[in-house]
């Protein structure tokens, strides 16, 4: 059962700007890590940034998203951002997030893998193409 829903996808040309929202009713996402996947097709889904909970500070980006997106809260909104700047066709993909429950982890180390995130949302389709 999906327990978080993600907005904010869509057709975008290259060099452009989208913001994902990250969106959950029934549990309090400031509790969780949360991790931003992308899958494009034929490929696996990999992790693109994760943050920790609201008590911690640390953020992560995979390499191919540095200097380009940006992962961000909204406590009182209950949502998490990923601001995606300097789009790529590359970066075309259905992204996800996901809420990480198997107890403490570096955000790199969660992000390397999708084990430990139990809450998924149904994903939003980022096109990137002139």
């Known amino acids: 059962q999906e327990q978080l829903v993600e907005s904010g996808g869509g057709l975008v040309q290259p060099g452009g700007s989208l913001r994902l929202s990250c969106a959950a009713s029934?549990?309090?996402?400031?509790?969780?890590?949360i991790g931003w996947f992308r899958q494009a097709p034929g490929k696996e889904r990999e992790g693109v940034s994760c943050?920790?909970?609201?008590?911690?500070?640390?953020?992560y980006y995979a390499d191919s998203v540095k200097g380009r997106f940006t992962i961000s809260r909204d406590n009182a909104k209950n949502t998490v951002y990923l601001q995606m700047n300097s789009l790529k066709p590359e970066d075309t993909a259905v992204y996800y997030c996901?809420?990480?429950?198997?107890?403490?982890?570096?955000?790199?180390?969660?992000?390397?893998?999708?084990?430990?995130?139990?809450?998924w949302g149904q994903g939003t389709l980022v096109t990137v193409s002139a």
């Open positions: 943050t920790s909970s609201s008590f911690g500070s640390s953020t």
């Open positions: 996901a809420a990480y429950t198997w107890g403490v982890a570096t955000v790199q180390a969660m992000c390397a893998s999708v084990d430990g995130f139990d809450y």
């Open positions: 029934e549990f309090p996402l400031d509790y969780y890590a």
